[in-house]
């Protein structure tokens, strides 16, 4: 199985919106990812609409459908609006996290005990609407009596939320300890129908030992670095450095 690439465009709206006006034009990189062979685009609409705006989410729905073989990942918190958005837009995917609307970006999972029937509920909304679903999870607030809230609220997908190991990557031991604690939940989750997707703090030197550690990851998200590296670099030649890294692992 390969895993796929997803690129987080956030960052291009925020440097357009520093100026209000519509440079950078978010549609215009969006194109360009889309060219590559990265599987699709993430993007995160917010209250404030700080980097996405809801318009940019009906524009960019309207671009991915001259790309069939492309995915729209749109990410946020099940509020109203958001579901609202979510149900008329019909991405490909949706990846639910827990943020409040003051965090400046995604830094917890769900606590699936707790908010069993309320995800339950937005995921029934959404299935209905045949939209995957998957759900922001930190592996190390992750345990057997939160799997099996897991297991009865039957998202799509996973995603491991990835900060723990990036901060520990130049740390063996410490990077190692979790990289354990990721295989092991990784493997219980797989044993269900539950499939697993990765991000947050990934970058070109720590993605490579993820995957091999982690071989099953359906799709990774991809923002903050690829963007950030993609300025000296450029857009493309960065998603086919990821790309490659991709291949290598699981060659």
């Known amino acids: 199985m390969k895993t796929q690439l997803s690129v987080n465009i956030n960052k291009i709206a925020t440097l357009r919106n520093a100026r209000g006006k519509n440079l950078p034009d978010l549609c215009y990189f969006a194109k360009i990812v889309l060219q590559t ?18 318009q940019d989410v009906k524009d960019i729905k309207k671009l991915i459908k001259n790309y069939l073989d492309k995915e ?23 990846t639910l996290v827990p943020d409040s609307p003051q965090v400046i970006t995604s830094h917890e999972g769900w606590d699936f005990i707790k908010k069993e029937e309320f995800l339950i ?31 009865k609220i039957n998202p799509d997908r996973v995603e491991f939320y990835t900060e723990a190991y990036a901060n520990s990557y130049k740390n ?13 939940w990784g493997k219980l989750i797989q044993k269900s129908s539950i499939d697993l997707n990765a991000g947050h703090d990934l970058n070109q030197e720590n993605l490579l030992e993820l995957l091999k550690a982690l071989p099953y990851i359906k799709e990774i998200s991809i923002g903050q670095a690829l963007i950030s590296e993609s300025l000296e670099k450029g857009l493309s030649s960065t998603i086919h450095s990821y790309l490659k890294i991709i291949k290598s692992a699981l060659s």
């Open 72 to 94: 729209l990942n749109i990410e946020g918190y099940p509020s109203l609006p958001f579901m609202e958005l979510v149900k008329k837009i019909k991405p490909h995917q949706c």
């Open 172 to 184: 063996k031991k410490k990077r190692k300890k979790i990289l354990a604690l990721y295989q092991k």
């Open 37 to 54: 062979k990265a599987k699709g685009l993430t993007i995160h609409p917010r209250p404030d609409e700080r980097h996405i705006r809801y």
């Open 121 to 151: 509920e937005k995921i029934k909304e959404m299935k209905e609407k045949s939209i995957r679903v998957s759900l922001f999870l930190d592996p190390l607030k992750f345990n057997l009596k939160q799997n099996e809230s897991l297991q």
